[in-house]
């Protein structure tokens, strides 16, 4: 089992035109120069090590200077309780010592990324995707230089949780850091927050950030003329006035698992191109403000409308028995399907439907064999 990689460990590949390397092991230590032997790396994948540190691990980048590096997997190496990482800028800095395309840095228990690295990138119109995932990033002013990224496509910030880092002065104290962004705000009825998007930005993940307690602020979203996807499931806001500014072709908008008390509709109108509203798990009392003509109502929000009636009527439908017909039925449903999908219906379907919901399923290679009818005449 690897637990150090130092700057001779792979010596020995020096001649060996190496595509991919990826190793899972229990690394507590590595040196800069490690990965120097490695000429022709294209993908580097050294995640689940648990012990070691993303700020020591970004020392590895040194070896790879200046290179072609399509994707680097940093998953989960640093998994220490209590303990917390935080990355200097010259540290962070070292993603873009490599022409790299895709990072993956999630779940290092990272409670701070300091500013500046991303201007000291050298390789930084390389980068196309940023996942940082699963930390503790809270406030920090690397999101507002991410802007700087001028070819990101796919940013990912999701799941970044409370730490709670107990302290050496005091045992029984505990540190939580709170999102922070208010530097950001201009004058407003609410308050209003803006952020200046990579210019070619695509994708971007912001569920389940943390956020609880407050209002849904206003967002002035500038360089977003690319952006088609917005997450923002899990965000459990205290109401849903706010409103989305210069989102103008943004398609696909996620609120799932929103738990609102008020839903100001204005927010999806600014979206003229919206064509999917993704709402699972939403508990939302919805008040349309400030319209009073019909018409102008149902034109303005006719996408969200469309969406809120399919919801309804799938979450509300019930059944009832028809007039007049007392007749007690020995099955709930008939169930069609084609042989290849055999194996999902009488194993995952029936044992979902009959077993943990009582449904009774009639289906043909039971019960209408045992009939004795073609299938074609019980249709």
Same mark, same amino acid.
């Given at each position: ?46 995640? +689940? ?9 970004? /020392? ?36 873009? #010592?490599? &022409? ?12 701070? @990324? ?19 995932? *699963? ?8 999101? @507002? ?13 999701? +799941? ?19 999102? %922070?962004?208010? %530097?950001?705000?201009?004058?407003? %009825? $609410? ?36 952006? %088609? ?17 210069? =989102? ?10 929103? !738990? ?16 999917? =509203? @993704? ?5 939302? !009392?919805?008040?349309? /403000?400030?319209?009073?003509? #019909? ?18 009527? $799938?979450?509300? $439908? ?9 007749? *007690? ?8 399907? &084609? !042989?290849?999908?055999? *194996?999902?219906? &009488? ?11 009582? =449904?009774?399923? &009639? =289906? ?5 064999? /045992? ?9």
């Amino acid at each position: 089992m690897i637990t150090r990689i130092d700057n001779n460990t792979f010596d020995v590949f020096k001649n060996i035109q190496l595509k991919e390397l990826s190793f899972q092991c229990k690394i507590r230590y590595v040196e800069p120069g490690a990965l120097i032997p490695f000429q022709s790396i294209e993908s580097l994948d050294i995640s +689940n090590n648990f012990y070691v540190r993303l700020s020591y691990l970004l /020392q590895l980048l040194n070896g790879l200077m200046d290179r072609n590096v399509t994707s680097i997997n940093f998953y989960n190496n640093f998994r220490t309780v209590p303990a917390a990482d935080v990355l200097l800028a010259s540290q962070f800095a070292m993603i873009g #010592a490599v &022409c790299l395309k895709e990072i993956d840095l999630t779940r290092h228990r990272i409670i701070s @990324i300091q500013s500046g690295g991303i201007s000291l990138m050298k390789h930084k119109n390389c980068l196309e995707k940023l996942i940082l995932k *699963e930390n503790s990033i809270w406030g920090d002013r690397i999101v @507002i230089e991410i802007a700087k990224l001028v070819n990101l496509r796919w940013l990912d910030i999701s +799941n970044q949780a409370t730490l709670h880092v107990k302290t050496k002065v005091n045992k029984n104290k505990i540190c939580l850091r709170r999102l %922070d962004m208010t %530097d950001t705000n201009y004058s407003s %009825d $609410r308050l209003t927050i803006a952020f200046q998007l990579p210019r070619n930005l695509q994708y971007i993940d912001v569920s389940y950030f943390g956020v609880r307690s407050s209002g849904l602020v206003n967002l002035n979203f500038t360089n977003a003329g690319k952006l %088609d996807f917005l997450n923002l499931a899990g965000n459990k806001f205290k109401d849903c006035l706010g409103h989305f500014h210069g =989102l103008s072709h943004l398609q696909t908008l996620d609120i799932s698992d929103f !738990n609102c008390s008020e839903l100001d509709l204005k927010m999806i109108s600014f979206m003229p191109y919206l064509k999917t =509203l @993704i709402s699972r798990r939403t508990h939302l !009392n919805v008040g349309l /403000q400030n319209d009073v003509n #019909a018409s102008v109502i149902a034109y303005k929000y006719r996408i969200t409308l469309h969406f809120w009636y399919l919801h309804i009527r $799938r979450k509300y $439908r019930l059944y009832t028995a028809l007039e007049g017909d007392s007749k *007690e039925y020995k099955h709930n449903a008939f169930v069609a399907y &084609c !042989n290849e999908d055999e *194996e999902w219906v &009488c194993g995952s379907l029936v044992n979902y439907l009959e077993k943990k919901n009582g =449904l009774a399923l &009639c =289906l043909h290679t039971t019960e209408i064999l /045992q009939l004795g009818s073609s299938l074609w005449i019980i249709l």
